[in-house]
């Protein structure tokens, strides 16, 4: 329910998301099925069973978001699965792109020392 609030313009994001589930249960995506339910904290103040789900899913549950919100998100994904399949064909962006993140990362942590 948090991401459909965030990513969209609903009033009812319980409702968005029990049509969106029911949209992709028809479609055979897979994202509602890995869904689980924990009992949590809920706005209300009360435990209630919330609908969970893992950071794959959340993104692929992204994709199927139809919003002007989540246009970044689905721009963001894509540019990244093509640089990873750009670092498949060529292991040597891997390798730049390993030592520019530790760069950085040391860099940060001096900074901060």
């Known amino acids: 329910m948090d991401v459909i609030g965030a990513l969209t ?4 994001p319980r409702k968005y998301w029990s049509v969106l589930k029911n949209r992709l249960k028809k479609e055979g ?3 509602t099925t890995n869904c689980s339910q924990l009992k949590m904290l809920a706005p209300d103040g009360k435990i209630r069973l919330r609908d ?3 950071i794959k899913d959340i993104l692929r549950l992204i994709e199927s978001i139809p919003s002007p919100k989540a ?3 689905k721009l963001w994904l894509a540019n990244l699965g093509k640089e990873r399949i750009d670092e498949v064909f060529g292991p040597e962006i891997a390798i730049n792109r390993a030592v520019n ?3 950085t990362k ?3 942590n001096r900074r901060s020392n």
Not at 9 to 12: K, L
Request: negative net charge; aromatic residues 10%; glycine residues 0%.
């Open 9 to 12: 313009d609903s009033r009812e």
């Open 29 to 31: 995506s897979e994202v």
């Open 106 to 108: 040391n860099e940060r």
């Open 71 to 73: 246009e970044p998100m």
């Open 101 to 103: 993140y530790y760069k």
């Open 52 to 54: 969970v789900m893992t």
